[in-house]
């Protein structure tokens, strides 16, 4: 069974950084591409990154330019890190996890398995 734990969210002021980590497990993690998708409240989920099962990143979104999604495939491990960030960057931010193609990935948002989420606050 795969499982997703997201970790390394919390408060930070406006301009502050902050790097997301996804633990993955029961799974080829190397056969999976990742993703980071986020959801604020009141809104629809909105995806922010993912990362090939090669290393192809891939953004979209208002926190494209701010962020930097990668993987290190020895430890099934996921990092996004966030720069510049905005009192409107406050969501609960989910790891996804998806063995399609990269197309349906990239094109359909094509994810089949979802960590909990991990909070993400910023302050003004």
């Known amino acids: 069974q795969v499982q997703l734990v997201e970790s390394g969210g919390g408060l930070v002021q406006a301009g502050g950084s902050l790097t997301l980590s996804c633990a993955a497990s029961g799974l080829t993690f190397s056969d999976y591409a990742v993703g980071w998708f986020r959801q604020a409240p009141g809104k629809e989920r909105e995806f922010v990154a993912a990362i090939s099962r090669h290393g192809i990143e891939y953004y979209e979104g208002s926190l494209k330019g701010r962020v930097a999604i990668s993987r290190d495939n020895a430890d099934n491990m996921v990092h996004l890190r966030m720069s510049s960030l905005k009192p409107e960057d406050t969501a609960v931010y989910y790891c996804?996890?998806?063995?399609?193609?990269?197309?349906?990935?990239?094109?359909?948002?094509?994810?089949?398995?979802w960590g909990q989420g991990t909070q993400v606050t910023v302050s003004s």
């Open positions: 996804a996890a998806s063995s399609a193609t990269w197309d349906a990935v990239v094109v359909r948002k094509d994810f089949g398995s």
